[in-house]
């Protein structure tokens, strides 16, 4: 057996201040970025995608584009039925019995109050933020999956082209740039700002909600929202002839909807809301290794689809609800909602109106603010959503969940590969002379080569892969604990982080790295993996060793990995924001979610 790194300490001369090796830290690159110009992350070029298809059939895409016209025949066939139904005596008989309303209890209240009206407007100011950096979040990576290899081909949405040959593509090289006006940034690969902006109003809109629920019960509002009776359901066929027929049911929102209203409102109050925070949490790492029952069936990708579809959903009701108000009465309907009176004056336009000037103009300066302070948006999302990232990233998961028949058929790579002279004599040569360093705030620092670490007590396990950009993939891993890398090294009590240094540079230069909380390093799921799935890790995915710490997501998990350092902090570390991505692209250090 090849001698253990206490039997080989490390000479003397090789020795920096403290009885360590001298640090990776001068590879680094030292600026900290704080504006998004047309250098930003290496001056990544636009590339746009293409119109949104979804699968029919193995092969065959369906563009969605052709819904338009189809919506519009249809609609003009379903006007047609519903006009010659209404001269049939037992359909008139029917709409006579079902007018359209369903009876409300004798204490139900009357009206809409006025705080109801505010969070009619916080509602919409925070969606637009959220839908907008969600689109955002999805060009990223522009396809969805039903199952959670995001294997390429088995997509069934995509508003990407088909990915291509290369076996080295990257995930990143799938991103595609929207329109400054429709995401929020539009830029390609901008996913940092954009989750900084769709999680931290995220927790705006949960708050708002929260309020919203406990008033809505404790008003007795909720009678005017969830459905009592099962005449609902042919009362809601009632009012859907009688608005494709184009002879209108009668408007009597202030006392009570009409059925077909009442339906959606549940859905979108009840169903869709709560299902947007159900399938969000879905996609959280710390949270889907943590419950494995759930996650099994309830993949991350499932998750994805779903919380798409929820989009989907609150777009097309947006678009219903709004065209409704409008057209039954719009100075009443407004009323009813921003002046809280049943009137036709014109007080509830005119606060509509200057609500919508708020709403435009924080719509036009958001993604230009977002490039000229990306610091404060960073900030600003911490503080929304830290305390959340923060609580999850205790959640210490036990292997076991997969098993060998669950492992992905393709694993994405991603990043920017490493291309110096040092790296590729050393893949050259098999990485005989590779030596992984181990120093900083330890007792034994030391240099490990691979003959070593294949010499360590050996850590296996079969887990899910979550990207920051939405692909998934389950890999069997093999290599060596951090708990045993602990135990060799003893870290100091001064040590609170650990940063990982790989071989590759980012894409404005400089070492990639990342800092990771030591106690994470003691988890289950946390170690040095050598092998993939039976097989030496190859080149794209982190060759010749890579870290697995599946309580993050996966750009914190550093590949290529050349050295190891525990630190007390890592403000002096690079840009001081705990890793490469935060210096450069304003990710996070803490990314549980």
């Not at 689109?135 to 081909?153: A, C, E, F, K, N």
């Amino acid at each position: 057996m090849p001698p253990t790194p206490q039997d080989q300490p490390i000479p003397a001369a090789d020795l920096g201040a403290g009885g360590s090796k001298a640090s990776f830290r001068s590879e680094l690159d030292q600026r900290r970025y704080s504006v998004v110009n047309e250098d930003w992350a290496g001056g990544i070029p636009a590339q746009y995608g293409v119109a949104p298809r979804v699968r029919i059939g193995r092969s065959k895409w369906f563009n969605l584009l052709w819904l338009l016209p189809i919506a519009v025949l249809l609609l003009l066939i379903a006007i047609a039925v519903a006009k010659g139904l209404r001269g049939v005596p037992a359909v008139q008989d029917f709409l006579r019995s079902f007018p359209g309303e369903s009876e409300l209890p004798g204490d139900a209240p009357v009206g809409f109050p006025a705080w109801l009206g505010w969070q009619h407007f916080l509602n919409l100011f925070f969606m637009i933020f959220i839908i907008r950096s969600g689109i955002t979040i999805l060009s990223d990576h522009p396809r969805l999956y039903w199952t959670r290899h995001s294997t390429p081909g088995k997509d069934w949405f995509r508003i990407q082209k088909p990915v291509p040959a290369n076996p080295l593509y990257t995930a990143k090289e799938d991103s595609i740039t929207l329109p400054n006006g429709v995401g929020l940034p539009g830029r390609r690969h901008s996913i940092g700002l954009a989750r900084w902006w769709h999680l931290g109003i995220d927790t705006l809109w949960l708050a708002n909600g929260i309020v919203f629920y406990v008033l809505l019960f404790a008003t007795g509002q909720w009678m005017r929202l969830i459905p009592l009776h099962w005449d609902v359901i042919p009362n809601s066929i009632s009012v859907g002839i009688q608005y494709l027929s184009l002879d209108w049911p009668s408007e009597n929102g202030w006392n009570n909807y009409n059925s077909l209203q009442l339906i959606a409102y549940f859905i979108t109050v009840f169903i869709a809301a709560p299902l947007a925070l159900v399938t969000g949490l879905g996609m959280s790492p710390a949270l889907s290794t943590r419950f494995r029952r759930v996650s099994s069936v309830f993949s991350i990708q499932v998750a994805r689809s779903l919380h798409f579809l929820v989009l989907c959903w609150f777009l097309f009701f947006i678009l219903v609800h709004v065209s409704l108000v409008i057209t039954t009465g719009a100075l009443r309907n407004l009323n009813h909602m921003y002046a809280s009176q049943n009137t036709e004056s014109w007080v509830g336009f005119w606060i509509f109106a200057a609500s919508m000037v708020v709403v435009i103009v924080a719509w036009v300066a958001a993604t230009p603010f977002t490039y000229r302070h990306p610091r404060v948006v960073q900030r600003v999302g911490f503080a929304l959503i830290g305390p959340a990232q923060r609580l999850f990233e205790h959640i210490d998961s036990k292997p076991g969940q997969y098993s060998e028949k669950d492992i992905s058929p393709y694993f994405w790579h991603n990043g920017k590969y490493p291309d110096t002279e040092e790296y590729t004599q050393l893949e050259a040569g098999l990485f005989a002379d590779y030596k992984l360093v181990v120093n900083g705030l330890v007792e034994h620092p030391v240099e490990l080569d691979l003959e070593q670490l294949r010499a360590l007590s050996h850590h296996e396990q079969i887990t899910q892969h979550f990207c920051i950009q939405g692909w998934s993939g389950v890999a069997k891993w093999g290599g060596v604990s951090m708990q045993t890398i602990l135990d060799t090294v003893k870290p100091t009590p001064e040590a609170k982080w650990v940063i990982f240094y790989s071989f590759a540079h980012g894409p404005e230069g400089g070492l990639y790295y990342d800092a990771q909380p030591i106690e994470q390093m003691s988890y289950h799921l946390t170690m040095l993996a050598y092998d993939m799935n039976d097989a030496p890790v190859s080149f794209g995915h982190g060759a010749p060793l890579r870290l697995r710490n599946e309580t993050e997501l996966g750009f914190k998990m550093v590949k290529w990995i050349k050295g190891i350092e525990f630190v007390a902090d890592f403000a002096e570390v690079g840009g001081g924001l705990g890793g490469y991505n935060n210096d450069h692209e304003f990710f996070g250090y803490r990314q549980s979610i």
